[in-house]
């Protein structure tokens, strides 16, 4: 699924998240008015780090994430209902972009600075990472959307004509990726970023009678 290139993330994620939630409610017989389960996306830090600045050249990822239980208490879910504009509890995309853009500039370095100081202390620091698949139905985490322009390098023997994650025969649910544009083709170039959604439904779970 492609979306226009001139839309930003607080566009686009909006609009995803609300119809993801729109055909996956009735499914799982959510209640409309309680909270949303759980969200999370990818922020690129290169712009948020500011003591001491990043490299200008620096190749390497710098990618936290932005997730629901960790954001300020003013930063609040929307409803299930709400985020899925279901009959009885319509609600404004904009209400979903609002809490969205929240969500991305509670994302600070002081933010990350705090969680790599909780981090140290642990003994099993991998105990703290997660499985999307564990996460409540009608979650969603969508992966960031750095103008990546991975097509423009020249390996000398070729440039890539596009970028995917090697997943295996793994589907992940409530997972989105976000892939910078595909290289040209010769035809239509606007076809913005691409989008990969993980539909895996949860099967151990009774759906709405």
């Known amino acids: 699924m492609a979306s226009c290139a001139s839309l930003g993330h607080t566009a686009r994620f909006p609009f995803v998240w609300r119809h993801l939630t729109r055909v ?22 290169r712009g948020r780090f500011h003591s001491p ?8 990822n710098m990618l936290t994430g932005g997730f629901s239980e960790m954001a300020p208490a003013h930063v ?11 009959p009885g509890h319509e609600a404004p995309l904009s209400h979903i972009a609002l809490y969205v853009r929240r969500l991305t500039d509670s994302v600070a370095q002081e933010m990350v600075e705090g969680v790599l100081e909780y981090i140290v202390t642990l003994r099993d620091q991998q105990s703290i990472s997660f499985n ?10 969508i992966t960031d959307q750095r103008p990546a322009d991975s097509t423009a390098s020249d390996f000398g023997f070729g440039r890539p004509l596009k970028h995917r994650f090697l997943m295996g025969d793994g589907v992940s649910a409530n997972l989105a990726f976000v892939y910078p544009p595909q290289a040209s083709t010769g035809g239509d170039d606007d076809q913005g970023t691409i989008w990969s959604i993980g539909s895996k439904l949860h099967q151990n779970l009774t759906p709405f009678q």
């Not at 990043?54 to 190749?59: E, F, T």
């Not at 999307?132 to 985490?141: N, T």
């Open 76 to 86: 609040q879910l929307p409803t299930v209902g709400e985020l899925g504009c279901l």
């Open 53 to 60: 600045d990043p490299p200008q050249r620096m190749i390497r």
């Open 132 to 141: 999307l698949m564990a996460k409540p139905p009608l979650s969603l985490f």
């Open 24 to 45: 996956r409610a009735p499914y799982y017989g959510a209640d409309p008015s309680a909270v949303a389960p759980w969200f999370g996306e990818s922020v690129d830090m």
